[in-house]
Each structure stands twice: as structure tokens, then as C-alpha cells.
């Protein structure tokens, strides 16, 4: 069996890409906290608490972690 980093899996459907500035603020950036709704297909939605500088970058960084879910900020 391979070893997988975390987050990261092979599927027809996408797979999330990971890092600073890509599915987390870079180090040292000023954020805050945003509530995240992500809505995968065939699952309940489930609400993620996530740290960005801004709501698109919220939006970005959680559609990174999760290709194929719908994504809305919550607050």
C-alpha cells in the first residue's frame, strides 16, 4: 500500500491540492475566521471553522482542500 500525505487521494473526481497560499494562508499573513459550509455530493454538509485574510480567500482555500463541493460562507 502507498504512503499518501494527508488530504491528498487519486479519484476520478479531483484531487485537492495543499499548501500555503494555495489551501491555507501563508505564514505570518493577518486573517480571521470564517465559518465555511461545504456540501460534497451524497454527504450531509458539514460546517468547517477556516483562518483567511479575506471571504474569497476563504472560498479558495476551501475549494482547494475540496475540489467538487459546493462552497458558501456561512459567517
Known amino acids: 500500500m502507498a504512503d ?19 489551501s491555507r ?3 505570518g499573513a493577518k486573517t480571521r475566521a470564517y465559518k ?3 456540501s460534497q ?3 450531509s454538509p458539514m460546517y468547517v471553522q ?3 485574510e479575506t471571504k ?3 472560498i479558495k482555500y ?5 475540489p467538487n463541493a459546493e462552497v458558501s460562507v456561512v459567517s
Open 4 to 22: 499518501f500525505p494527508a488530504l491528498q487521494w487519486n479519484d476520478e473526481n479531483g484531487t485537492p491540492k495543499i499548501g500555503d497560499g494555495i
Open 25 to 27: 494562508p501563508v505564514p
Open 36 to 38: 465555511v459550509r461545504v
Open 41 to 43: 455530493v451524497g454527504a
Open 50 to 52: 477556516m483562518r483567511a
Open 56 to 58: 474569497t480567500s476563504v
Open 62 to 66: 476551501a475549494k482547494a482542500r475540496w
